[in-house]
């Protein structure tokens, strides 16, 4: 809840890692081979990510990871990273359900893409 009183969106649900650095792009595969329909990857600032550069990492690895879905037919709007510091809880919550949105529009994931992924 942020200091507004607003809340996190129902279906939402959260894997919590030390840095988006150790986010391995595995973990957003299966969450959509898990049902998800969207994936937010929350991370510190530039320059403020505790393992130095963690967060440029992961910036690189989203934007090939977003290109690599696009050839399974999942549109790279349901991965979405975004800044976020602890003290942003109105910039958290907001983003959820922005992304809630986001999802809703597109429309829940196809069945056509819970394959494998090539495995
Ligand atoms: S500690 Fe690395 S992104 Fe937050």
Redesign the pocket.
């Known amino acids: 809840m942020s200091s507004s009183g607003k809340v996190s969106p129902p279906n939402v649900r959260f894997i919590r890692l030390?840095?988006?650095?150790r986010l391995d792009p595995e973990f957003v595969m299966k969450g959509f081979q898990s049902g998800a329909d969207g994936v937010v990857i929350l991370?510190?600032h530039p320059g403020d990510?505790?393992?130095k550069e963690?967060?440029y990492n992961t910036l690189r690895r989203v934007y090939l990871l977003r290109r690599m879905l696009s050839q399974f037919g999942i549109e790279e709007k349901r991965v979405r990273l975004e800044w976020i510091s602890a003290c942003e809880a109105e910039k958290f919550v907001d983003t959820l359900h922005d992304m809630v949105r986001t999802v809703k529009e597109l429309g829940p994931l196809g069945k056509g893409v819970t394959g494998d992924f090539g495995r």
């Open positions: 030390m840095c988006t650095g991370g510190c990510c505790h393992y963690g967060n």
